[in-house]
């Protein structure tokens, strides 16, 4: 059965750039103040000096019973030789360059304020009250396929915000940087009262010397193409988890490989999404990426197992991969062309959220991967300086295996997306997008 979801409005008010003071704008006045501080110690240690000069100079004078200068008078002082005091060599030492603090770790503080003002009709969210993140969070596997659903939702949200902190500490390998990031798409609060939704890690690593260890975006897929939306679309590229990685840096392109955390999805013969959660295995990820003047691409491979053991003895596994090209070419102006594109025989869950699995698992325990696709393509055009719009066409098909799932179970989708936004000053967007969705 076809349905069409439209959302005919969708209004994002954000604040970008950092939400808490900036912690390096703090250090740099720190910085300059401390340097005062230097230079005035530097000034205060010539004038000691200089007076600790004049002072030798009165000792002398006084040995010798010389005349002492002091305050236009004359002080003429007879010391017999044989009482003359045997006064210490006094040395002085020459302060010259001092150097300049610095510190060791950098840290910054940021984040964005993002409300989200979303109506939907057909609704995919809950019919029975309280908060569904479906209301909000579009993901195409929610999209009801019957005369169900609201016939309409009006929802406001802030979850999407975000709090990040980065530190750069410099060290022998090389700087030594981590990330730490997360937003409140966690569990879901009640919208009753407090609408206290929990914080949801997102991003949290470190970079030395070319490794990147800990949980971000998978090395197979290019954030630096994604669309120009304000909604996802249902060919998103996109999975973020943890994994191991080594990148070689090959003048301006890079070569990377990874070992990323496996998760196997499968459907079964009833149509429910399963997770047998028995992988054991990583997901092995390579990409090659180029940068240019014309702008950035990057082709990518994945190679995975997909296992499941069940409880009765029954198990199987099977291994397949996808093949990605991402790209961001440079128009006139600011103008930009994004695309993204995914095919393979275990694509799954790299791509539309997971909204498709990367098999079936019949009623013997064996595996069935299922062929995929899923890709974008979309248009940022800039009208005037800080009015821009942006055009999103996308899509995922996937070939079931229909002697192990039902009919019923979703092959393709598409999403189209037309949105506009302005910036009334600097870090702060306002937009509002429209967007329809066919599922069968």
């Known amino acids: 059965m076809l349905t069409r ?11 970008y750039g950092p939400i808490l003071a900036n912690a390096q704008d703090d250090q740099r006045a720190e910085i300059r103040e401390l340097r005062n501080q230097v230079r005035a110690l530097h000034d205060q240690a010539l004038a000691l000096q200089s007076k600790a000069d004049m002072l030798i100079q009165h000792i002398e004078k006084l040995e010798s019973g010389g005349i002492i200068q002091h305050e236009d008078r004359e002080l003429k002082v007879d010391i017999p030789p044989q009482e003359k005091a045997q006064t210490p060599e006094l040395k002085t030492t ?36 309280g908060a569904s993140p479906a209301d909000t969070i579009f993901v195409a596997s929610r999209i009801p396929l019957s005369g169900e659903g609201e016939k309409g939702q009006f929802s406001m949200t802030l979850r999407s915000s975000r709090l990040w902190m980065k530190t750069e500490t410099p060290s022998d390998l090389g700087p030594v940087k981590t990330m730490l990031d997360i937003d409140f798409k966690g569990s879901t609060g009640n919208e009753r009262v407090s609408n206290s939704h929990n914080p949801r890690l997102r991003n949290a690593y470190i970079d030395v010397a070319g490794f990147t260890l800990g949980q971000t975006t998978s090395t197979a897929l290019d954030l630096a193409t994604w669309p120009s939306a304000l909604s996802d679309p249902v060919g998103n590229l996109f999975v973020r988890q943890p994994l191991m990685r080594y990148t070689w840096k090959l003048g301006k392109d890079t070569l990377q490989v990874a070992l990323e955390s496996p998760e196997t999805t499968l459907m079964d013969s009833a149509g429910d999404v399963i997770t047998p959660d028995d992988d054991r295995m990583p997901d092995l990820a390579m990409k090659h990426t180029w940068n240019r003047d014309w702008g950035h691409a990057s082709i990518s491979g994945l190679f995975r197992e997909l296992r499941s053991d069940q409880a009765n003895g029954l198990s199987d596994s099977a291994l397949g991969g996808a093949l990605f090209g991402h790209g961001l070419f440079k128009i006139a102006d600011k103008d930009q062309l994004r695309l993204g594109i995914g095919v393979g025989n275990a694509l799954g869950r790299y791509t539309s959220y997971n909204s498709f699995t990367g098999g079936s698992l019949d009623d013997s325990g064996q595996i069935h991967l299922h062929p995929m696709a899923g890709g974008y393509i979309s248009y940022l055009h800039w009208w005037e300086k800080n009015w821009r719009s942006g055009f999103v066409v996308s899509g995922v098909y996937s070939d079931n295996d229909t002697s192990v799932v039902p009919d019923t179970a979703p092959k393709w989708a598409s999403s189209y997306h037309v949105n506009l936004g302005v910036d009334p000053t600097e870090k702060l967007y306002v937009g509002l997008n429209t967007l329809v969705v066919y599922l069968d």
Do not use: H
Not at 102 to 112: M, P, Q, V, Y
């Open 5 to 15: 979801y439209v959302i005919p409005i969708f209004l994002g008010l954000v604040a």
């Open 94 to 129: 020459q302060i010259k360059n001092i150097p300049k603090t610095t510190t060791r770790t950098k840290i910054d503080f940021g984040g964005r304020v993002k409300l989200e003002t979303v109506f939907n009709s057909p609704s995919v969210g809950s019919t029975v009250g």
